[in-house]
């Protein structure tokens, strides 16, 4: 596998970021997107036992909601 992609959205109760990777269990946090990054790549180490197994290329797709009133 080359590529791995992240939804990283808004933490809106607590603040910071989640992000959640498409297709796996994989799920982390992080309160700036720094230590989002570093949290990523720790729960990849976790996820994938063996190096060759892990994805190269690690793809972080922000999504972001926006609240109008009608």
Known sequence: MKEIIFEITS???D???VASALGYGIHTEGDTLEELKT??????SCHFE???EMPKIIRLHFVRDEVMTA
């Not at 949290?39 to 990849?44: F, L, Q």
């Open 50 to 52: 063996q190096p060759d």
């Open 15 to 17: 603040g910071g970021y």
């Open 11 to 13: 933490d809106e109760v």
């Open 39 to 44: 949290n990523i790549r720790d729960a990849m």
